[in-house]
């Protein structure tokens, strides 16, 4: 089983419109999460953190944590045509040597103009 | 800014042939690498972690003698696919961190397609 779970699969929003993407972590190991997006022919770049519970807002995006039940999702408000791409949380945990970073199975996006 | 270059960023070999990929990190120092296999459905396996001075941690379902590592020093690391078959197809991604962080900044991967 997946120690990062994520929904849903994939989302068709109409632009201007709040897109939302959800996970839910089966190891409480996790210490750290992060939100990583990945455009067609390029790899994931981290797009924000959260290691705290509650609200974190960067611009238009805003991720949500809540430690006790291990879930974290990220809402793009006034979602953009460019922000069409794939959507993965990321939950790592310090381990001998550095941190492991384990990757939920993606939300493909996609903002229709 | 800190940035993963991955070479080359796609490649072809016959069934049970090998291929060599190289992780360049530039702008910072890459304390660990960690290698990523991303399948064709788009998840995403750990394959390794990789420490300077320390000993590589290869993932379940993953050894040293199918996918040798070097990390030999804080800017680089090479990953090789020995004997590759359709099964070890996908993009893989080469991710550097910077001590201290807990994230990995990421390479554009290098795509292994097998005939």
């Known amino acids: 089983q997946q120690k990062v779970q994520q929904s849903p699969e994939s989302l068709s929003v109409p632009e201007g419109g709040m897109a939302s993407f959800n996970c839910t972590s089966s190891?409480?190991?996790?210490?750290y999460f992060w939100w990583y997006r990945q455009h067609s022919g390029e790899g994931p770049k981290a797009l924000m953190?959260?290691?705290?519970?509650g609200d974190k807002k960067e611009g238009r995006f805003t991720a949500h944590l809540n430690k006790a039940s291990l879930h974290v999702s990220l809402h793009i408000r006034d979602s953009q045509p460019s922000d069409s791409a794939l959507y993965f949380c990321?939950?790592?945990?310090?381990?001998?040597?550095?941190?492991?970073?384990?990757f939920g199975s993606g939300t493909r996006l996609l903002v229709s103009p | 800014g800190a940035l993963v270059y991955q070479y080359p960023r796609r490649t072809i070999c016959k069934s049970g042939t090998s291929m060599r990929m190289e992780c360049q990190a530039v702008?910072?120092?890459?304390?660990?690498v960690a290698w990523y296999r991303q399948s064709p459905q788009k998840t995403f396996e750990l394959i390794a972690l990789?420490?300077?001075?320390?000993?590589?941690?290869?993932e379940q379902n993953f050894t040293q003698e199918k996918f040798p590592i070097s990390h030999p020093n804080l800017s680089f690391s090479s990953m090789t696919v020995l004997n590759a078959y359709l099964e070890d197809r996908g993009l893989y991604l080469c991710?550097?961190?910077?001590?201290?962080?807990?994230?990995?900044?990421f390479g554009s991967g290098t795509r292994l397609l097998v005939i």
């Open positions: 190891d409480r190991n996790f210490q």
């Open positions: 953190s959260i290691f705290s519970d």
């Open positions: 991710g550097a961190r910077l001590q201290g962080n807990s994230d990995y900044t």
């Open positions: 702008g910072f120092q890459a304390t660990s």
């Open positions: 990789s420490t300077v001075n320390s000993a590589i941690k290869y």
């Open positions: 990321a939950a790592s945990e310090h381990v001998t040597g550095g941190y492991k970073v384990v």
